[in-house]
């Protein structure tokens, strides 16, 4: 059973336009959640992340919203530019439920393509 | 400021060996953790280690297991290796004591068990 979920496998977005990637979650006890980006032959990189007491979170061009109620986050990329193409991956912590400190429980990802 | 590096990068083991992956944490970082990350998948928790004792454990058989030495630096060991053992091995590292949620990422080691 899949505790973070992200539904959509790929997107593909003109440069300059948004892009929204999204993330569902099934477990309450989940209380921060974070953005990775991966390139290929390279390890997840440290996007953005979001406190579940919170329901923005703004950093340039990225944003994250958290719908505590749907259990549901997504990134907004604002412009989108070419670079940005790359697998996004949603991942949540629940502190340390189930013994272990910030262990982070990650989605499948979202390969972006940004189009020049 | 030092990222995490990872060694070594690729590795091709027989079914039933044993393997050793190695992991440089961040600089500044007393914690460590270690995940599999099979294809088409997102990153899976193995262990963590916190001060040279582990900290929790994702659902993993014993006979992955880990270190953590006195500089941080961890190794994760697998016995008995099998087919479905074939992935990239991510490890990451942090400032534990539940000060902080985000962990860095190492460029992985790509384990194939023949």
């Known amino acids: 059973d899949q505790q973070v979920k992200q539904n959509s496998p790929s997107l593909s977005v003109q440069e300059g336009r948004i892009s929204i990637l999204n993330c569902d979650y099934t477990?309450?006890?989940?209380?921060?959640f974070l953005w990775y980006k991966k390139y290929p032959a390279e390890g997840p990189t440290f996007l953005i992340s979001i406190s579940s007491i919170k329901d923005k979170n703004e950093d340039g061009r990225f944003t994250v919203f958290l719908n505590k109620s749907a259990k549901h986050l997504s990134l907004h990329i604002v412009p989108s530019q070419p670079g940005d193409s790359a697998v996004y991956f949603c991942a949540a912590s629940a502190g340390d439920y189930g013994g272990s400190q910030g262990n982070l429980i990650f989605g499948k990802g979202t390969k972006l393509s940004v189009k020049p | 400021e030092t990222g995490v590096t990872q060694s070594p990068t690729h590795l091709i083991k027989t079914r039933g060996q044993q393997v050793t992956l190695r992991c440089s944490s961040q600089?500044?970082?007393?914690?460590v953790s270690w995940y599999q990350q099979a294809l088409g998948q997102g990153p899976q928790f193995i262990f963590q280690?916190?001060?040279?004792?582990?900290?929790g454990r994702g659902n993993f058989p014993p006979r992955f297991s880990g270190l953590q030495f006195p500089n941080y630096s961890s190794e994760l060991n697998v016995n008995a290796l099998e087919l479905d053992d074939s992935a990239l091995y991510l490890c990451?590292?942090?400032f534990g004591g539940g000060f902080s949620y985000e962990q860095y990422f190492g460029p992985g080691t790509r384990l194939t068990v023949t």
């Open positions: 990451a590292s942090t």
């Open positions: 477990n309450s006890m989940f209380d921060y």
């Open positions: 600089s500044g970082h007393n914690t």
């Open positions: 280690y916190y001060r040279e004792e582990e900290n």
